[in-house]
């Protein structure tokens, strides 16, 4: 099987997420609120930035375009993570959290119709078993908490929405600037959200300001910064119909299996058979026929 420039980067973007996803919880469950957890994740973005502005000699292309696409781009994402935040206060996690896991859908909608994209028959049998393992990994079960009328659905539908367009316009982008300059400008825009995470914290509750707080979650959200770039070249190179829903449901599989390690938590019946699924899902993509080889490699010039 030939080694494909997205799929290496495809991975490496599911191995930092999942690892990320895994950590994440500590330093909430140490008294830091995750609202604070996104302004040490936005600020944790500026050294890939610094990185990757470096890797093209710090010619960020700054015309209207780029610099519309690449602001769309960190909107969607960061803004649809605040968004996110509002919606599991207004409704349960568990309804919540597979409503916005089929974004890849709209990604993949938009794609197909727009940039023409394409797989072969086991490509898109891994598509389709992809997305059926998002819902799984996504399950959480019912509990008693209420919910605040039918806002969340709204809230959970920009996201939702939110995300989709995202990895779109991230593989549209990557056909006209180069991947560097579009993660600068998700950094600048996800620091540019700063205040809405400020605004959305609860700064009466006792705060945890010690390593266990904004210092340990700086190490565990740089791993999420170092994933959001490396993703951004899996769409460079890869087709995003088979990056979005792959990086989608690898990530999980992943969290899940450090979280039996560490945490020692069996996974729910319907959990392991999205387990499954994402891994067959995996092979299938992964060996996918890939004639077009994305045109990616076009851009390559531009780099």
Known sequence: MKVRPWLIYAIVTT????????????????????????????LTMIPPALVALKIINWKLELDKKSILLGCLIGLTGAGGQLVLFQALRTGP???????????????????????????????????????????????????????????????????????????????????????????????????????????????????????????????IQILNSIGALTIVYAFRYGKAIIVSPMTNAVAPVITIILSLIIYQVIPHPVIVGGIVLALVSILLMAIEDNPEETQAEISTSKN
């Open 15 to 42: 191995a930092f997420w999942g690892i990320w996803g895994a950590l994440i919880e500590l330093p909430q469950k140490s008294g830091f609120p995750a609202t604070l957890g996104y302004v040490v994740w936005s």
């Open 93 to 219: 996690a568990y309804l919540v959290f597979p409503f916005i896991s089929l974004s890849p859908v709209i990604t993949i909608i938009l794609s197909y119709v727009f940039l023409k994209e394409r797989a072969s028959k086991k490509g898109w049998i891994g598509i389709v078993l992809a997305l059926i393992a998002i819902i799984f990994l996504s399950y959480q079960p019912p509990n008693d908490a209420n919910s605040s009328g039918y806002l969340w659905i709204i809230l959970s539908l920009i996201v939702f929405v939110a995300w989709g367009l995202q990895a779109y316009i991230m593989r549209f982008a990557n056909q006209t600037m180069k991947a560097e300059s579009i993660f600068f400008y998700m950094m600048a825009t996800g620091l540019l959200l700063i205040p809405f995470a400020l605004l959305m914290t609860d700064f009466s509750q006792e705060i945890n300001w010690g390593f266990k707080g904004p210092y340990l979650a700086a190490i």
